[in-house]
């Protein structure tokens, strides 16, 4: 049945008092379905053509949520609303307005730790919303970054030290009650310290995690850019990047700056679900269970095509097993470590993780090297029956 528009705009209210957050992406294609039939009649001949609305089941009107299984949208100004394209399993962002759509976020949003979307979202089965008059969104300048942590002279960067703390908090605008504890072992060649920040739990007891990140602030080659500079460069060329799952894209970079100026970069991103794939491919290798193990890199070649047809054949820079988490649960890869995405290096992602197998094969044999490469392929290039367990 479709109710009356009144009875819509009401179950919406209803809905949004009941679970608070807008955030969590309301659908708004019902009140569309409820107008006039004869509405299109009295439009104005000058009115921007929609794409079609799928017609909600009863009990996605009553529920008002995207079905299961699609993204977040990512935060967006007020006004705007993401658009889920069912066809193409993505999204497009329509102005306040409704006179045009975007293929990539507006860059004007709030992505910071504990910030909400607000995003209403309505899903469509749509033919070519760009063909429709979507327009690709124009890059400008972004920045993630948030402002200076200051340090009082010959003082090491310590989040953990209250002074500094308090800094965070307020500038991440994390609320009370979050923790933070240093990781332990190995944290990368070029990092110098690496955190996990645990906000408190919320209202549906569900708690965020963040991994802070210190690196380098300072330039080490004038040609080549650190890693929050690249970073920002990268969030200009692609909006959209921020809300991309395939990555643990940062949110936000503080710079920590004593008298002397700036030393080091806080770089601050989502904590990547599951575990990374050199701990998975270990335990699941002396359990017996090397099925598994090739049917998730597969999964991740499948990942990495999807990754390089997305932002232009962009390599990753370091594409190993330390740097893919894969969630079970969620069936899920995400590729972390991308402050060096885009920045030239001797070896492409695909070669790079072919290095990769190699080097593990010395702890797990030929077989595996020449069973793991045959499996990544048949992932990133389904087509290509070249046998590539004998390259290096």
Not at 43 to 61: G, I, M
Not at 279 to 306: D, L, P
Not at 340 to 367: I, S
Request: a negative charge; charged letters at 25%; glycine letters at 10%.
């Amino acid at each position: 049945p479709v109710l009356p528009e009144e009875a819509i705009g009401s179950l919406q209210a209803e809905i949004v008092e009941r679970e608070g957050d807008a955030s969590e992406a309301y659908a708004a294609p019902a009140a569309e379905e409820a107008k006039d039939e004869n509405a299109a009649d009295t439009a104005d001949a000058d009115e921007t053509p929609r794409p079609p609305f799928r017609k909600l089941s009863y009990e996605e009107l009553l529920e008002q949520r995207v079905p299961a299984g699609t993204p977040r949208p990512p935060p967006l100004p007020g006004g705007w609303e993401a658009v889920w394209a069912s066809s193409s399993r993505r999204y497009y962002y329509r102005d306040p307005t409704y006179s045009f759509y975007l293929e990539n976020p507006p860059v004007a949003v709030d992505a910071s730790p504990g910030a909400t979307s607000g995003a209403c979202v309505s899903i469509v089965d749509d033919i070519n919303l760009v063909g429709s008059g979507a327009t690709a969104a124009t890059a400008s300048t972004v920045t993630l970054n948030a402002g200076n942590v200051e340090l009082a002279d010959g003082v090491v960067f310590d989040p953990q030290q209250p002074e500094i703390w308090e800094q965070l908090i307020e500038k991440l605008g994390v609320g009370d009650g979050a923790t933070l504890e240093k990781l332990p072992g190995f944290q990368g060649g070029l990092n110098e310290g690496v955190w996990t920040l645990k906000e408190a739990p919320g209202d549906d007891g569900q708690s965020q995690e963040w991994i802070l990140k210190l690196v380098r602030g300072k330039r080490l080659v004038a040609a080549l850019p650190t890693e929050a500079e690249n970073l920002d460069r990268l969030a200009s060329e692609h909006p959209g990047i921020i809300a991309d799952a395939l990555l643990a894209f940062p949110l936000r970079t503080l710079g920590c700056a004593g008298p002397s100026g700036k030393t080091h970069d806080l770089i601050v991103m989502r904590k990547a679900p599951g575990v990374r794939l050199a701990e998975f491919i270990c335990s699941k290798w002396y359990a017996g269970q090397q099925e598994e193990i090739w049917g998730v890199i597969r999964s991740v070649g499948v990942a990495t095509a999807e990754f390089h047809a997305r932002y232009a054949n962009t390599q990753h820079g370091d594409l190993q097993p330390s740097n893919i988490f894969w969630d079970e649960a969620l069936q899920q890869v995400t590729f972390i470590d991308v402050g060096g995405m885009g920045v030239p290096t001797e070896r492409g992602d695909v070669d790079h993780f072919t290095h990769a197998a190699h080097l593990l094969a010395q702890a797990y044999g030929e077989d595996f090297k020449a069973d793991c490469l045959r499996a990544f392929h048949s992932g990133y290039s389904p087509t290509d029956d070249t046998d590539e367990g004998t390259q290096e």
